[in-house]
C-alpha cells in the first residue's frame, strides 16, 4: 500500500450515524437532515452545482439521497462482490466496469471517494475507489471489484462483515492526467456538537434552540441550504472536546431525539 495512503487511513476518523434519508422536497414537516455539517478546512467544500451522480435516484421502488461530501465518513456491514455479469458495462460514474480493478460500488458516497475496506473477519484491508452505485440488497452496505474481493479474501464466501473508512478523494485535474489522491484530515480531536434536528421552520428551530438553553445548554442553529431551494435550519447542543464524549452524549440523546448524530467543527 502506498505510504501516503497508508498514513491517511491511520489517522482517526468522525464516526457519523447515516441513515438513508427520504426527502421528497421542502414541505411543512420538519424533518431530520443527514447531510454533514459545514467542513473543516481541509475537508472539500460541497460544490454549489450538484453533479448528477450525486442527485437523488429510485432503485426498486426506494429513493436514495447520495451525500455531498464524504468527510468523516465509518460504517460496519456486509460487504459483497459482483462480477463478470457486469463486467464491461457503464458503472453509474460513466467508467467502464472493469471487475479486476480496485473498485466498489456504493449507495450514498460521492464517486471517486477513496475508501479503506477492512474484512473483520480475515483483518485484511484494501483501499478502494467508489465509482458505481449499489449494492440494492437488504443488509449489505459495498459491492466490491472481483479484484478488491481478492484482495480483501472474500470471493469464496461471497459476503463478509467490514469497516468501510473514507479516506479522501481521488482528484481528477481539469487538463486530464492522473488523478490526485487529497486525504481528510484527522477528526478525532476538535469542537463536537450533537445535532437533534434539521427544520423547515425557522421559529421552530429557534424555540428548540431556546430550550436547549434554558437547559443551560450551549446551543446553536445555522441554516443549511440543500441547493435545490430547499433550506433547513439545523440545531445542535454543545458534546465535547472527544470524539468519545460526542459519542456518549448522542447517545444520550437519542431516545428523545433518534436521529441525533455528531458533526464537528
Known sequence: MPAKLRKAY??????????????????????????????????????????????PYTVNGKTYYPLPSACGYVERGIAS?????FHGKMTSDGEVYNMYGLTAAHKLLP??????????????????RVNDRGPFVKDRIIDLSLGAARALGLEAPGT???MVTALGEAKRPAGGGAPRFVAYQNLSEGEFFVQL???????????LKAEMQGRGLKAMSEVYDRGDGCRFYRVQV????????????????EARYPNAFVVAR
Request: hydrophobic residues 40%; aromatic residues 8%.
Open 10 to 55: 491511520l489517522l482517526p476518523l468522525l464516526l457519523l450515524s447515516l441513515p438513508l434519508l427520504t426527502l421528497p422536497g421542502c414541505g411543512t414537516k420538519e424533518l431530520p437532515s443527514y447531510y454533514p455539517p459545514p467542513a473543516r478546512p481541509a475537508c472539500p467544500s460541497i460544490p454549489g452545482r450538484v453533479p448528477p451522480t450525486q442527485r
Open 81 to 85: 462482490w459482483y462480477g463478470p455479469r
Open 111 to 128: 464517486m471517486n471517494t477513496m475508501v479503506l475496506v477492512k474484512n473483520l473477519d480475515n483483518h485484511r484491508e484494501a483501499v478502494l
Open 160 to 162: 463478509a462483515h467490514v
Open 197 to 207: 434536528g434539521a427544520f423547515t421552520s425557522r421559529e421552530n428551530a429557534e424555540r
Open 238 to 253: 454543545w458534546a465535547g472536546r472527544t470524539l468519545d464524549q460526542a459519542r456518549m452524549a448522542a447517545r444520550s440523546w
